[in-house]
């Protein structure tokens, strides 16, 4: 590798909630490390996703949709998308072609008034309207801010994504090479395993489990025969209302959701896992702090 013309930086994935940050997130690094649900303010952490090839790295920091905080969760997620407009090289703010401009898109252009760094417009789902309309909608963003670069993707189909890889490493300074090739996230297993849980249940419970739910990984290991890792898993819950919808009839969704998360977390680790699911009840879990730490939203990191 010539280190001499090797390039490198931090980006920025910032946007309203439910707009493909996460969809485009997964499809750039080629694997998924960030969790994938139609519903808004599926992302809570920063998750860092790591691009490598010959000439470039880019770290990739996947924000919480940014939204106005109703709870100290809400807080907590707003702080850390903030926090990363100030600390990158170049900020992507990815845009929804299908929903057009709205309130939350003015909010977000408000906070990149005070920023220096490039901000690239990333109009995404183009594969869901007709072309015609692309010019105007560009247009439309155009006028209330100067965007660096305007690139239309379909993140889940992946039209134009190599494009934008191309336009954002064009863009980058030389620097060093932070991780090694072969490294797509600086999360713990732990906390990918605990979110692919967390998926299962979204995706599964649609409507009827809001995001009052949290995923903690009690134990992880190797078990004696070194075929199977065990792993104890607590489904943390609001009201004993929404434990029953996670557990079922006779335990009918509990079974699908460890179901599902089996084939993903196995995809990952490139083991058998044996895995024990619980559900709990934790009134009001997103107002305290003590549990906020405990599941790894630590303010004094950002």
Not at 91 to 117: M, P, S, W, Y
Not at 128 to 153: A, C, G, S, W
Request: charged share 25%; aromatic share 8%.
């Amino acid at each position: 590798m010539d280190n001499t013309s090797y390039k490198s930086g931090f980006v920025s994935i910032i946007g309203r909630p439910n707009v493909g940050k996460s969809t485009l997130l997964n499809n750039v690094i080629g694997q998924k490390i960030a969790i994938m649900s139609d519903k808004p303010q599926t992302t809570r952490n920063k998750v860092q996703g790591v691009y490598t090839d010959n000439h470039a790295q880019i770290v990739f920091i996947d924000t919480p949709g940014i939204h106005k905080p109703k709870h100290k969760l809400g807080d907590f997620m707003m702080k850390v998308a903030y926090q990363t407009l100030r600390e990158v090289d170049l900020i992507l703010f990815v845009v929804d072609a299908k929903e057009g401009f709205g309130g939350g898109d003015q909010f977000i252009i408000d906070q990149l008034q005070n920023v220096r760094t490039p901000v690239f417009l990333v109009i995404n789902k183009i594969d869901l309207i007709h072309p015609d309309q692309l010019l105007q909608f560009i247009d439309q963003y155009r006028k209330k801010y100067n965007f660096t670069e305007v690139i239309p993707i379909s993140a889940l189909q992946g039209n134009n994504v190599s494009t934008l890889k191309e336009q954002i490493i064009e863009h980058l300074d030389e620097g060093p090479q932070y991780y090694p090739a072969d490294q797509v996230t600086d999360h713990p297993e732990r906390f990918i395993v605990s979110e692919l849980i967390r998926e299962k249940v979204l995706h599964l419970t649609r409507e009827e489990i809001p995001h009052s739910i949290a995923v903690g990984i009690e134990q992880m290991k190797q078990r004696e025969n070194g075929n199977t890792v065990y792993i104890g898993a607590t489904i943390v819950v609001e009201r004993s209302s929404q434990k029953g919808i996670i557990i079922g009839k006779q335990g009918a969704m509990l079974r699908e959701i460890g179901k599902r998360a089996r084939t993903d977390i196995e995809a990952l680790l490139g083991s058998k896992i044996f895995l024990e699911l619980w559900v709990k009840v934790q009134k009001d879990w997103r107002n305290k702090p003590g549990f906020l730490r405990d599941f790894g939203f630590r303010e004094d990191e950002y």
